[in-house]
């Protein structure tokens, strides 16, 4: 009887102590996701006998985690600054820290008291548990393109059974709007955050922004203890401009000097529904002259660093 990958349900829950399964629910912990993925990393010990023939040995396996990839939309809760973002359990699991602000809801990275999260991937009647995860997120905000936000997790293996699919509620998941010139700002540097909001600055046209955590997730298997460990970040991306020749030699001369900026971009336009990305110490790299459509564009690699620490990318959800 065939089994469909279209019958997959994703529940993450944050972890009260590290590695022990909150058992999340289709209701509550439900993940609307698309490009779902599953992998188990075997690090298998090979016998390598010697028997006076010729013929392999088997493997024995030894330690193993598990990999889990999946993209969800990045739109708020619908519901500004009341409740937070679905995906916020997910983010926070990457290094970041959760505060309600009041009037929007505010991430912000940390170094330490990292959260974690026990996922169950259903896969059409069997469940595979996933605990003690903690991953990376990288930002796709493309003109033309949905939002996303994609993740990636490392987790201990909980175990696989037959179980039926849990039941997903996704009415948290609100519908995002296509990145585009209606509902996306100019990529703005040079400009300022406070209390959830951009100001000032110069305003750039652009094809939109990539940014990736690039957190280094490490599972680290001890005697006593297994665990999956975020030892470092840092943050990178890209922007393609349409710059005048003047603003082209002004940054070809900020590159060269290492000179850094802020950087700010805001998509959505209703309450509830708008996303800031905020870094303050943004150096741009590796300047190119694509040819975008027959015009001339300036693509620049970004390296984002933090100003005062475990400040280098904030976002704001309004």
């Not at 090979?46 to 990999?67: A, C, K, M, P, W």
């Not at 110490?281 to 190119?288: A, S």
């Not at 975008?292 to 984002?304: E, F, I, N, P, T």
Request: contains cysteine; aromatic residues 8%; glycine residues 10%.
């Amino acid at each position: 009887m065939p089994r469909y990958i279209r019958n997959t349900v994703l529940l993450a829950k944050t972890e009260g102590t590290y590695g022990t399964d909150p058992v999340p629910t289709g209701a509550a912990n439900a993940i609307l996701a698309s490009n779902v993925s599953i992998d188990v990393a075997y690090n298998n010990v090979d016998r390598d006998l010697i028997r006076g023939y010729f013929g392999g040995s088997e493997q024995l396996v030894g330690t193993r985690s598990v990999n889990v990839s999946f993209d969800v939309e990045l739109a708020g809760s619908g519901d500004a600054g009341l409740t937070a973002p679905a995906w916020g359990p997910l983010i926070r699991a990457c290094g970041f820290a959760e505060s309600d602000a009041g009037a929007y809801f505010e991430y912000a990275p940390i170094s330490t008291a990292l959260p974690s999260v026990t996922l169950y991937y259903h896969l059409d009647g069997a469940l595979h548990k996933v605990t003690g995860a903690r991953g990376t997120v990288s930002f796709d905000l493309t003109v033309g393109q949905r939002p996303l936000m994609k993740f990636k997790f490392t987790g201990l293996d909980g175990g696989l059974t037959a179980v039926a699919d849990a039941t997903p509620t996704l009415t948290a998941w609100k519908t995002p709007v296509v990145v585009t010139n209606t509902n996306s700002g100019d990529i703005k540097l040079g400009c300022t955050y406070a209390t959830g909001a951009l100001s000032g600055g110069s305003a750039y046209t652009s094809t939109g922004l990539m940014l990736d955590l690039n957190a280094d997730v490490k599972f680290t298997p001890l005697l006593g203890e297994e665990a999956v460990s975020l030892t470092n970040r840092a943050v990178s991306g890209a922007a393609t401009l349409d710059l005048t020749a003047a603003d082209q030699v002004s940054f070809k001369t900020a590159v060269d000097a290492n000179t850094t900026t802020s950087l700010g971009f805001v998509h959505g336009t209703v309450a509830g529904n708008i996303i800031t990305l905020y870094a303050p110490v943004v150096q741009r790299i590796n300047p190119k002259i694509p040819d975008v459509d027959g015009s001339v564009m300036c693509s620049y690699d970004l390296r984002l660093m933090p100003s005062a620490g475990n400040d280098e990318l904030k976002i704001a959800v309004a």
